[in-house]
């Protein structure tokens, strides 16, 4: 059985990857898309980086990709 963390990282990639042509995809939007909430996501995001499943850019214009 995969944990609601579990299933939201998922979410969260496959998010990232439905958009390739976008640079890099703001948490925000993610979070709208995919209707959770954008302080969970900081959270698995953060350990999806450390992991080094997606790579997170910051300043303007920034945001993750896989």
Known sequence: MISTKGRY???LMIDIAEHPN???IPLKDIA???EISKKYLEI????LVK????SGHGG???GYVL
């Open 44 to 47: 698995i995001a953060k350990e």
């Open 9 to 11: 990282a998922l979410r």
């Open 51 to 54: 992991g080094k499943l997606i």
């Open 22 to 24: 976008e640079d890099c």
């Open 60 to 62: 303007r214009g920034g």
């Open 32 to 34: 709208e898309r995919q």
